[in-house]
């Protein structure tokens, strides 16, 4: 059988050598957007779900967006098999939907199938003029084992509803939007847990007010949004089993959306997380 046994001192570089690894990659990340070509070179093997709380933590990159707005990305979230299992299950049981909506005062086909879940007796969530029938957790005892794990990776978080997305290929998307629902709050939480076909997800800061003011003595429009700064935008690729969060006043001040990729022929499902308080 092999065996490795660490004296004190290789442990003790050992544990140098992670910390610094860790404290570089945040560095350069932050910096940048994620590809998944970086993150299958950075990342090792998936961790499972179900570790005990001796074992590390897992990996995960924070962006801060500025002005108290962040967002933090775990790309293993949970492991390959378990996450695949989490997604034929859900592809198969989720009584989805895809409803009629109003854009812009205009009525269309959401371009994405639908389900929501909550805790009985909260206020009933209402976006683009639709409002989603609130099925149970207890009728879906998996997603309660992946709401779980979501409050077991993020401490203090109390998540009482779930908005599920399930995108048939790369025809399906979401527009820019916000998740700015009175009912959240002001600082929602939202955990974002992807299954299936990898799809962009990309953030883009709102125009602010006193950009707006300043215009007319500014440079053209059409150069700006050409010219955008990497500050006011980022990408990420949500993988198989990953988690994205986005905190504090991500809602208020950026916008996000996964827009259409001919390419992604696959299935996708994303769960958001959310938290309802009043
Ligand atoms: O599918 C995603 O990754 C995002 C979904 C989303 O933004 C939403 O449901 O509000
Ligand atoms: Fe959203």
Known sequence: MKGTSFGAGNGYLALLAILFKKTAMTLRLKS????????????????NPSRSGDEPAKKSTGVDLGNG????????????DESWRFCDYLDKHIPWTRPTIRVFGRTCLQPRDTCYIA???????????????????DDYPLLKEILEAV????????FNSLLLNRYKGGNDYVGWHSDDEKLYGSTPEIASVSFGCEREFFLKKKPS??????RPDDEPV???????????????????GSLLVMRGYTQRDWVHSVP???????????LTFRRIIS
């Open 32 to 47: 940048k957007p994620i590809s998944a070509e970086e993150e299958e070179e950075e990342e090792g093997e998936p961790t």
């Open 151 to 158: 409050h077991n990776a993020l401490p203090g978080s109390k």
């Open 69 to 80: 707005s962040e967002v933090v990305y775990m790309p293993r979230f949970l492991s390959r």
């Open 222 to 240: 059409r150069k700006r949004s050409r010219m955008g700064s990497d500050a006011d935008q980022h990408t990420f690729v949500l993988k198989h």
């Open 260 to 270: 259409k990729r001919a390419k992604a022929e696959g299935l996708r499902i994303n």
């Open 209 to 214: 007010k006193n950009s707006q003011a300043r």
């Open 119 to 137: 805790d009985a007796g909260l206020t009933e969530l209402v976006y683009s003029g639709y409002q989603p029938h609130a099925y149970s957790w």
